[in-house]
């Protein structure tokens, strides 16, 4: 193994940038070697020996301030060490002492005494003993750690002082060795008796006390349980540097060959296949074994069918004249379908269904006038399509991303999930109801398309620590239950923050635009009036939801290790480095936090600024212009979801432009006037939520919004004796939020179909939304129909 590779696996990941850069020095060598030119045989020896001291003097000065830092550190953490040991100390003589002392007074005792004494103080003796472990056992990996720092060092001077001599045919290794021996601690132990015997001797004394404490003074004993905990410390450290790797190359080398009959989720896509016996059947063309054998061909052929089916329909699917105006419905209707079978099978990845949207838009002539009603031709249904693509809401995914990189990359969403994480406990359940209220109250104020994505950056200390423990119980560890636990609850989370940022949607008037569409659509709505509706409304949804989620993950109530390993890699952070925060770090939460309440502020601020999307601007021209965040991070950005963003945005538009959605809406209209057993509020609330549901969950909430609450009012203004309308539009506009039934129901869900762990495995699938989102989509309109009926006329009333 390169000594990079050996470095990069050993070297403590809290440590990382107080080693030597190994791998940095490599290629100041090669660049030294580029840049000078080599001497010739008719060069002067002084010509030679010049261009050797420019090469050297180049070198090492790159490498002597890294050995300066090294040294630094190491100082500053062994007398951190020899600080903590020195406090521990006194306490752990004073408990022997204690022990000393009732060993003694053992005889002087009756048994009632005695065990009246020992049961007053047995309990805090054992809190003191298991604290004493603990921080025995930390300070032991520690000065561990420490020895192998140095020691790691020392080795990355001498090999790239022997790489630099290969490469320049030089002999640094001989003549510079002895200056850098000097600034190096614990280079061996020939040179520097003193570093090593003052941390041995240290080591030394934790065994001694843990050995008398823990081991009735057994030394062999104590000695092999100490290693067993700097084991398991290393082996995390080195398994989440693995997964680091493992996440980078990805990035690198994602483009796998496979198999055309064989899914990419398949583990034995790349791996030949033994011939079988029904190879030699010779009654199968090769075209119908490559759609048998691979269940999305099927889907996709049945999806296709359908979609010429509705084109080529003899008779006039809506009743009306064969124009235009049919086609362009039927051409939608077929659209719909299309889409909605490969997102619901993903028959093919779900972005690439997503940029069909466009096409198939455009070459079908869905999109039509708004004024003349007539079908746009290409170039100029081309042009409208592009410009549905890159609406205000890209932009605000945009600045949600650039907030959630530099909160991420700066180490703040830690430092924020450990804060939650320490106030809320640890326990499974309780985890998981906190990100999901914490979501929901994120989409009141910043809109459920932001909210989910810096719920995400929060979520990752947990999501990485569950990855770490879930590829260690593969290989057979003891943690395999835990492990287990911890994955169904980030599959959990990740589904739980999807859908209450949903819910969230209804919170506010800001929450989502489909509330601001129904607030300037009827009578004003206002923000008291609201919230007497939506803050139960959203609570009463939490919490169900929260069960449906306990229900379908079969989440224990036990403690998640995931969670108290992150909480303790960064307790082990704090203690190894202490440094404040930086002037990146300041800057970062100060820009954030001012986004944030610009997007508070975007109604105020919209004869400024238009439309939120454009303060998503702030953020990113903030951290990419100033260098906190670079271009490897916008390569990072999570683009599939852009790209679903845009196909769905291009669908609602095709949807509605074509009047389908709205012949299905007054059609429904005419049915509820024809039957006057349905002309109750209650009823015609039931029926337009539902229809609301259903056109949601395949188009946007906001498209859909647009087209069904206009004829929603229509019909409520008409009600007799008393118009309804306001409370119609108002519970039309909550169940656009209830929709959650697909991948693509919504910006919250499409972040979430994307959310993947560091070995590039997603967390939720479409069938889980099919099975656990349908269901909770279901269960939030029965809640708006119920609960929200009576909340909603109570807040009509409220508003006069």
Same mark, same amino acid.
């Given at each position: 193994?390169?000594?990079?590779?050996?470095?990069?696996?050993?070297?403590?990941?809290?440590?990382?940038?107080? @080693?030597?850069? *190994?791998a940095?020095?490599?290629?100041?060598?090669?660049?030294?070697e580029?840049?000078?030119?080599?001497?010739?045989?008719?060069?002067?020896?002084?010509?030679?020996?010049?261009?050797?001291?420019?090469?050297?003097?180049? &070198?090492? #000065?790159?490498?002597?301030?890294m050995?300066?830092?090294?040294?630094?550190?190491?100082?500053?953490?062994?007398?951190?060490?020899?600080?903590?040991?020195?406090?521990l100390?006194?306490?752990?003589e004073?408990?022997?002492?204690?022990?000393?002392?009732?060993?003694?007074?053992?005889?002087? #005792?009756?048994?009632?005494?005695?065990?009246?004494?020992?049961?007053?103080?047995?309990?805090?003796?054992?809190?003191?003993?298991?604290? $004493?472990?603990?921080?025995?056992?930390?300070?032991?990996?520690?000065?561990?750690?420490?020895?192998?720092?140095?020691?790691?060092?020392?080795?990355?001077?001498?090999?790239?002082?022997?790489? *630099?001599?290969?490469t320049? %045919?030089?002999?640094?290794?001989?003549?510079?060795?002895?200056?850098?021996?000097?600034?190096?601690?614990?280079?061996?132990?020939?040179?520097?008796?003193?570093?090593?015997?003052?941390?041995?001797r240290?080591?030394?004394?934790?065994?001694?006390?843990?050995?008398?404490?823990? /081991?009735?003074?057994?030394?062999?004993?104590?000695?092999?349980?100490l290693?067993?905990?700097?084991?398991?410390?290393?082996?995390? $450290?080195?398994?989440?540097?693995?997964?680091?790797?493992? $996440?980078?190359?990805?990035?690198?080398?994602?483009?796998?060959?496979?198999?055309?009959?064989?899914?990419?989720?398949?583990?034995?896509?790349?791996?030949?296949?033994?011939?079988?016996i029904?190879?030699?059947?010779?009654?199968?063309?090769?075209?119908?074994?490559?759609?048998?054998?691979?269940?999305?061909?099927? !889907?996709?052929?049945?999806?296709?069918?359908?979609?010429?089916?509705?084109?080529?329909?003899?008779?006039?699917? &809506?009743?009306?004249?064969?124009?235009?105006?049919?086609?362009?419905?039927?051409?939608?209707?077929?659209?719909?379908?299309?889409?909605?079978?490969?997102?619901?099978?993903e !028959?093919?990845?779900?972005?690439?269904?997503?940029?069909?949207?466009?096409?198939?838009?455009?070459?079908?002539?869905?999109?039509?006038?708004?004024?003349?009603?007539?079908?746009?031709?290409?170039?100029?249904?081309? $042009? @409208?399509?592009?410009?549905?693509?890159?609406?205000?809401?890209?932009?605000?995914? %945009?600045?949600?991303?650039?907030?959630?990189?530099?909160?991420?990359?700066?180490?703040?969403a830690?430092?924020?999930?450990?804060?939650?994480?320490?106030? /809320?406990?640890?326990?499974?359940?309780?985890?998981?109801?906190?990100?999901?209220?914490?979501?929901?109250?994120?989409?009141?104020?910043?809109?459920?398309?932001?909210?989910?994505?810096? /719920? *995400?950056?929060?979520?990752?200390?947990?999501?990485?620590?569950?990855?770490?423990? +879930?590829?260690?119980?593969?290989?057979? #560890?003891?943690?395999?239950?835990?492990?287990?636990?911890?994955?169904?609850?980030?599959?959990?989370?990740?589904?739980?923050?999807?859908?209450?940022?949903?819910?969230?949607?209804?919170?506010?008037?800001i929450?989502?635009?489909?509330? %601001?569409?129904?607030?300037?659509?009827?009578?004003?709505?206002?923000?008291?009036?609201?919230?007497?509706?939506?803050?139960?409304? /959203?609570?009463?949804?939490?919490?169900?939801?929260?069960?449906?989620?306990?229900?379908c993950?079969?989440?224990?109530?036990?403690?998640?290790?995931?969670?108290q *390993?992150?909480?303790?890699?960064?307790?082990?952070?704090?203690?190894?480095?202490?440094?404040?925060?930086?002037k990146?770090?300041?800057?970062?939460?100060?820009?954030?936090?001012? !986004?944030?309440?610009?997007?508070?502020?975007?109604?105020?601020?919209?004869?400024?600024?238009?439309?939120?999307?454009?303060?998503?601007?702030?953020?990113?021209?903030?951290f990419?212009?100033?260098?906190?965040?670079?271009?490897?991070?916008?390569?990072?950005?999570?683009?599939?979801?852009?790209?679903?963003?845009?196909?769905?945005?291009?669908?609602?538009e095709?949807?509605?432009?074509?009047?389908?959605? #709205?012949?299905?809406?007054?059609?429904?209209?005419?049915?509820?006037?024809?039957?006057?057993?349905?002309?109750?509020?209650?009823?015609?609330?039931?029926?337009?939520?539902?229809?609301?549901?259903?056109?949601?969950?395949?188009?946007?909430?906001?498209?859909?919004?647009?087209?069904?609450?206009?004829?929603?009012?229509?019909?409520?203004?008409?009600?007799?004796?008393?118009?309804?309308?306001?409370?119609?539009?108002?519970?039309?506009?909550?169940?656009?939020?209830?929709?959650?039934?697909?991948?693509?129901?919504?910006?919250?869900?499409?972040?979430?179909?994307?959310?993947?762990?560091?070995?590039?495995?997603? @967390?939720? +699938?479409?069938?889980?939304?099919?099975?656990?989102?349908?269901?909770?989509?279901?269960?939030?309109?029965?809640?708006?129909?119920?609960?929200?009926y009576?909340?909603?006329?109570?807040?009509?009333?409220?508003?006069?």
């Amino acid at each position: 193994m390169k000594f990079s590779h050996t470095l990069s696996l050993n070297s403590n990941p809290d440590w990382a940038k107080f @080693y030597i850069d *190994y791998a940095g020095l490599k290629k100041v060598i090669h660049e030294v070697e580029q840049q000078t030119t080599t001497p010739d045989a008719t060069s002067s020896i002084a010509t030679k020996e010049l261009l050797a001291e420019t090469r050297r003097e180049r &070198f090492l #000065t790159e490498l002597t301030p890294m050995v300066k830092v090294v040294r630094q550190f190491y100082d500053t953490k062994k007398a951190e060490l020899d600080m903590e040991l020195a406090h521990l100390q006194p306490l752990l003589e004073r408990s022997s002492s204690r022990l000393s002392l009732l060993s003694l007074k053992d005889d002087e #005792t009756t048994p009632l005494v005695m065990s009246s004494m020992k049961s007053t103080s047995s309990l805090a003796s054992h809190v003191n003993l298991e604290d $004493q472990r603990r921080q025995i056992g930390h300070l032991f990996t520690q000065y561990h750690s420490l020895k192998q720092y140095a020691q790691l060092n020392c080795t990355a001077v001498r090999k790239i002082l022997k790489k *630099y001599d290969k490469t320049m %045919l030089d002999n640094l290794l001989t003549t510079h060795l002895e200056p850098l021996r000097l600034l190096l601690p614990f280079w061996d132990h020939d040179h520097d008796h003193d570093q090593p015997e003052q941390v041995d001797r240290s080591i030394e004394t934790l065994q001694t006390y843990f050995a008398h404490f823990y /081991c009735n003074d057994n030394a062999d004993q104590a000695k092999r349980q100490l290693q067993l905990m700097v084991r398991e410390v290393i082996t995390f $450290q080195r398994h989440s540097v693995w997964l680091d790797v493992i $996440q980078d190359q990805r990035k690198k080398e994602a483009a796998v060959v496979r198999d055309a009959t064989t899914s990419a989720s398949t583990p034995t896509a790349n791996k030949p296949q033994p011939p079988s016996i029904l190879d030699k059947q010779p009654t199968k063309t090769a075209l119908w074994t490559l759609m048998t054998s691979n269940t999305n061909a099927i !889907t996709g052929t049945i999806s296709v069918i359908l979609f010429l089916s509705i084109l080529w329909w003899p008779g006039n699917i &809506f009743g009306e004249e064969e124009d235009d105006d049919e086609t362009t419905k039927r051409n939608a209707l077929a659209l719909l379908v299309l889409v909605s079978m490969l997102w619901a099978a993903e !028959t093919i990845p779900l972005f690439v269904t997503s940029m069909l949207v466009p096409f198939l838009t455009v070459v079908l002539r869905v999109i039509t006038d708004e004024e003349t009603g007539r079908r746009l031709d290409a170039n100029a249904a081309s $042009q @409208y399509v592009f410009e549905a693509m890159f609406s205000h809401v890209i932009m605000l995914l %945009l600045g949600g991303f650039s907030i959630a990189a530099a909160l991420s990359k700066h180490n703040i969403a830690q430092l924020l999930a450990t804060a939650i994480s320490r106030r /809320c406990g640890t326990g499974i359940r309780t985890v998981l109801l906190v990100n999901m209220l914490l979501a929901t109250g994120a989409s009141m104020w910043i809109s459920n398309v932001a909210a989910p994505v810096l /719920c *995400y950056s929060l979520l990752s200390p947990i999501l990485k620590a569950s990855t770490a423990q +879930t590829s260690r119980a593969v290989f057979g #560890t003891t943690q395999h239950v835990a492990a287990e636990q911890d994955h169904r609850l980030c599959r959990a989370l990740v589904m739980g923050i999807a859908l209450a940022s949903n819910v969230g949607g209804m919170a506010s008037p800001i929450s989502s635009p489909q509330n %601001l569409f129904a607030i300037e659509y009827t009578d004003h709505i206002g923000w008291l009036a609201w919230f007497t509706v939506s803050i139960p409304l /959203c609570l009463t949804l939490n919490v169900l939801l929260w069960g449906w989620l306990i229900f379908c993950y079969q989440l224990p109530r036990g403690e998640s290790t995931a969670v108290q *390993y992150a909480l303790r890699q960064r307790d082990h952070q704090n203690r190894s480095t202490k440094e404040p925060f930086t002037k990146e770090q300041y800057y970062v939460i100060i820009v954030s936090v001012g !986004t944030v309440l610009l997007w508070c502020a975007s109604i105020n601020l919209s004869e400024y600024t238009g439309q939120m999307g454009i303060l998503g601007i702030v953020p990113f021209c903030m951290f990419f212009g100033y260098g906190i965040l670079t271009k490897e991070d916008l390569n990072s950005f999570l683009w599939s979801v852009v790209i679903l963003a845009m196909g769905g945005l291009v669908l609602g538009e095709a949807v509605r432009t074509s009047g389908l959605l #709205t012949v299905i809406a007054e059609r429904i209209a005419v049915f509820i006037e024809c039957n006057p057993q349905l002309d109750s509020l209650w009823a015609t609330m039931c029926i337009f939520c539902t229809l609301i549901l259903v056109c949601t969950t395949f188009v946007s909430h906001t498209v859909g919004a647009i087209v069904v609450i206009p004829i929603v009012q229509a019909v409520g203004s008409q009600m007799q004796p008393v118009p309804h309308d306001k409370e119609l539009v108002f519970a039309s506009a909550l169940a656009c939020s209830a929709a959650m039934g697909l991948p693509v129901s919504g910006f919250p869900n499409m972040t979430a179909i994307s959310v993947e762990d560091r070995l590039g495995n997603r @967390y939720l +699938t479409v069938r889980d939304f099919l099975q656990y989102a349908l269901p909770a989509s279901l269960l939030a309109l029965m809640v708006v129909v119920t609960l929200g009926y009576w909340l909603v006329k109570v807040a009509v009333q409220i508003d006069g």
